[in-house]
């Protein structure tokens, strides 16, 4: 038996090499790098035409409330520069209007704040920050409190309210100035406050809420599934603790699932069926998220004022060194095989 057992070790080796390669195929892994420093906490995210991403930001030394600037930052994040010839007030929510379909000039970044402190309660107000940097006042009072904004396939902006309406707004353009703000969903608890915002096949609406829930509505507002998928449990949760934002992939290196940021720095990929699962945790808070042109995911990092850009390793093909192991298990297997039964 003695003499045996070298070959049994080999044999045993081969195996453990193939178990390994095997363990490794499939596995999706992720590289975070700083894209770009901001000056002040950064929110929302959008990209323009050009590659440029804009990112909305707190006030000065965090306040929750209080004048800010939209940033630029140029492709590559070469460059960070203010946005926009003065602040504007509470400028968490940015859009980048291609084509002026909201905005009504081609280029310019539609931004969700607050209508400035008059002494009666605050109301949400949308500015649109035109390519010459000058800044128009498009709309206020509709709503409360937007919290992410998105254009559907017909040319609607669609924003989530997280104030005391808890809703989401349908904003289309006449032929002209006036803007057609409609409230297409309404929830009726605070726990089914809407946050995160995306726009699916056929236009369909998915939200995600202060309960930890993502709901799925037609385009028209008609209910699909009162709960697609969970994020989190919010039992002991802060209110303002539970918003989140959601972004589909475009395809590519991400697929082309539902993701959504999580509470604690984690991303979450949520299928087709509303299965979800953490592809990547320990980012610390994450205000915002997007993915850019290149098929990257973006998100801001309030609390070291940065942005960061995230894209997984590239997941191989079954390499001839694995198949060669495993050709070598089974020609040694069927050797040893044989020879045992010599020896008995």
Same mark, same amino acid.
């Given at each position: 038996?003695?003499?045996?057992?070298?070959?049994?070790?080999?044999?045993?080796?081969?195996?453990?090499?193939?178990?390994?390669?095997?363990?490794?195929?499939?596995?999706?892994?992720?590289?975070?790098?700083? *894209?770009?420093?901001?000056?002040?906490?950064?929110?929302?995210?959008?990209?323009?035409?050009?590659?440029?991403?804009?990112?909305?930001?707190? %006030?000065?030394?965090?306040?929750?409330?209080?004048?800010?600037?939209? *940033?630029?930052?140029?492709?590559?994040?070469?460059?960070?520069?203010?946005?926009?010839?003065?602040?504007?007030?509470?400028?968490?929510?940015?859009?980048?209007?291609?084509?002026?379909?909201?905005?009504?000039?081609?280029?310019?970044?539609?931004?969700?704040? &607050?209508?400035?402190?008059?002494?009666?309660? +605050?109301?949400?107000?949308?500015?649109?920050?035109?390519?010459?940097?000058?800044?128009?006042?498009?709309?206020?009072?509709?709503?409360?409190?937007?919290?992410?904004?998105?254009?559907?396939?017909?040319?609607?902006?669609?924003?989530?309210?997280?104030?005391?309406?808890?809703?989401?707004?349908?904003?289309?353009?006449?032929?002209?100035?006036?803007?057609?703000?409609?409230?297409?969903?309404?929830?009726?608890?605070?726990?089914?406050?809407?946050?995160?915002?995306?726009?699916?096949?056929?236009?369909?609406?998915? /939200?995600?809420?202060?309960?930890?829930?993502?709901?799925?509505?037609?385009?028209?507002?008609?209910?699909? +599934?009162?709960?697609?998928?969970?994020?989190?449990?919010?039992?002991? &949760?802060?209110?303002?603790?539970?918003?989140?934002?959601?972004?589909?992939?475009?395809?590519?290196?991400?697929? /082309?699932?539902?993701?959504?940021?999580?509470?604690?720095?984690?991303?979450?990929?949520?299928? %087709?069926?509303?299965?979800?699962?953490?592809?990547?945790?320990?980012?610390?808070?994450?205000?915002?998220?997007?993915?850019?042109?290149?098929?990257?995911?973006?998100?801001?990092?309030?609390?070291?004022?940065?942005?960061?850009?995230? /894209?997984?390793?590239?997941?191989?093909?079954?390499?001839?060194?694995?198949?060669?192991?495993?050709?070598?298990?089974?020609?040694?297997?069927?050797?040893?095989?044989?020879?045992?039964?010599?020896?008995?």
């Amino acid at each position: 038996m003695p003499s045996h057992c070298p070959h049994l070790r080999f044999l045993t080796g081969l195996i453990l090499i193939a178990a390994a390669l095997l363990a490794s195929e499939g596995r999706a892994e992720f590289v975070v790098t700083e *894209y770009a420093r901001l000056p002040r906490t950064p929110t929302q995210l959008s990209f323009g035409s050009d590659g440029s991403l804009y990112a909305g930001s707190t %006030a000065t030394d965090g306040a929750d409330i209080g004048p800010s600037w939209v *940033y630029r930052i140029a492709p590559g994040g070469t460059s960070v520069t203010r946005h926009g010839n003065e602040q504007i007030n509470d400028p968490d929510a940015v859009l980048f209007d291609a084509e002026g379909r909201i905005s009504g000039v081609a280029g310019s970044v539609i931004v969700g704040g &607050l209508a400035p402190w008059n002494g009666v309660q +605050n109301r949400g107000r949308l500015s649109a920050i035109r390519p010459n940097e000058s800044i128009d006042f498009i709309n206020s009072l509709q709503f409360e409190n937007p919290h992410q904004m998105v254009f559907d396939s017909t040319g609607r902006m669609l924003l989530t309210d997280i104030g005391e309406s808890r809703s989401v707004f349908a904003v289309t353009r006449d032929p002209g100035p006036n803007l057609q703000i409609t409230r297409l969903i309404e929830f009726d608890t605070f726990g089914t406050t809407p946050s995160g915002l995306a726009i699916g096949a056929g236009d369909q609406i998915f /939200t995600s809420h202060h309960d930890g829930v993502i709901r799925v509505h037609k385009a028209d507002g008609t209910l699909v +599934n009162n709960a697609f998928a969970t994020l989190f449990d919010p039992t002991g &949760l802060p209110p303002q603790g539970r918003q989140t934002n959601l972004a589909f992939a475009p395809g590519g290196m991400f697929g /082309t699932d539902l993701y959504a940021r999580g509470l604690t720095g984690e991303i979450i990929r949520i299928d %087709a069926s509303g299965q979800t699962e953490v592809i990547l945790s320990g980012l610390g808070p994450i205000s915002g998220m997007t993915f850019g042109p290149d098929g990257a995911l973006y998100l801001a990092d309030p609390r070291n004022d940065r942005i960061l850009r995230v /894209t997984p390793t590239v997941i191989p093909e079954p390499s001839s060194l694995l198949l060669l192991s495993l050709g070598g298990v089974a020609v040694v297997g069927v050797q040893l095989r044989r020879r045992f039964r010599r020896l008995g």
